[in-house]
């Protein structure tokens, strides 16, 4: 089923329309499942597990059959929203929002990641010349992200910052961050004319930016996190992850099978991309994302743990973790995690 696309604007009255019907966390039965993912090739564990139906097929094993609802939506701040008023189940968004939202929710709702859905480089792009490292951003520049601040780009430009200048200044391209999609703000960076001259972007935009002349790489999320780490993760409350032990159990192994089947399936991995998110983009440009030896589409986290301590010497988030596994549910420890 091809997922129902949710702007912002309608958020609102989507979340009215299903408090007002009674759908909660408490109502909520074992045997259904609403998913919410956003855009992106970052998304590709869940267009596989959508595309072969797998956590139907794990539900039988478990014997019940998983009515899964696919929603699409953009932004962090809709999807928890959304999650911690039993509108949705499970949502995904970048490591420091879902880490964000485990912070805020110990001790209530206890919101904890349910796996990591790849590691892939986000790249601080620019078509200004003269940028060459962070350092050279002035005052005049213009970095687009898509949730300036809060969002995975904002949150990884802040703990670089302040690698650079100290803690008391990690806010310091806050002021000149504008937040934008990333498809606007791919647009306006290879057009060039704008106030928007860099872009912290994420795949496939980044790559689709780089094959104009005018565009250049700063700087790789993979530079300041050391290595290879995770983008995006999904969640869910503690709630729904206790009362729904079959359906839960069948999720996660539907996604172990999904980033399965893509490492040893790339080509295919690539066509269900296309079809199942209808992207415009030639097959043959998608899969050389999906083959890019940078990018690693596992359940595994990576590095996640840098991400808290990080975060959590700046002071956003209150609670200090001991390890990843703090913020994971226990099904992820079977596999590796960092």
Not at 16 to 35: C, D, M, N, P, T
Not at 90 to 119: E, F, H, M, Y
Not at 200 to 227: C, R, T, W
Not at 321 to 336: M, R
Request: glycine fraction near 6%.
């Amino acid at each position: 089923m091809r997922p129902s696309l949710l702007s912002r604007k309608l958020f609102p009255a989507l979340l009215a329309g299903v408090l007002a019907i009674g759908l909660s966390a408490q109502a909520h039965a074992e045997g259904s499942i609403r998913i919410a993912q956003q855009f992106g090739i970052g998304y590709l564990i869940l267009d596989v597990v959508q595309d072969q139906k797998l956590i139907e097929k794990y539900g039988k094993q478990e014997g019940i059959d998983i009515k899964v609802e696919w929603t699409s939506l953009s932004g962090s701040t809709g999807m928890n929203e959304a999650l911690l008023a039993g509108a949705l189940d499970v949502v995904s968004a970048g490591a420091p929002p879902a880490l964000v939202l485990w912070d805020r929710t110990r001790g209530r709702q206890n919101v904890k990641a349910i796996a990591s859905l790849g590691s892939m480089p986000n790249y601080l792009l620019s078509n200004n010349p003269d940028v060459k490292t962070l350092k050279d951003f002035s005052d005049k520049d213009r970095i687009a992200v898509p949730a300036a601040g809060v969002g995975f780009q904002s949150r990884t430009l802040q703990i670089e910052t302040a690698r650079l200048y100290g803690k008391a200044d990690y806010k310091r391209f806050d002021s000149i961050s504008v937040s934008l999609s990333h498809p606007d703000a791919t647009a306006a960076l290879i057009a060039g004319g704008s106030e928007i001259n860099a872009h912290f972007s994420s795949p496939p935009f980044q790559y689709q930016a780089l094959e104009h002349k005018n565009v250049h790489k700063v700087l790789s999320s993979y530079d300041i996190m050391g290595g290879p780490a995770s983008f995006n993760f999904l969640y869910t409350t503690q709630k729904f992850h206790d009362d729904n032990p079959k359906t839960y159990r069948a999720f996660y192994k539907a996604l172990v099978e999904a980033a399965d089947f893509i490492r040893n399936n790339k080509a295919k991995a690539a066509d269900t991309f296309i079809r199942v998110q209808k992207s415009k983009l030639a097959p043959a440009f998608v899969r050389r994302i999906v083959e890019d030896p940078e990018i690693n589409f596992t359940v595994s986290p990576e590095r996640s743990y840098v991400y808290a301590e990080k975060l959590h010497e700046l002071g956003v988030l209150k609670n200090r973790a001991s390890s990843w596994k703090d913020y994971f549910f226990e099904e992820a420890y079977a596999q590796p995690g960092s």
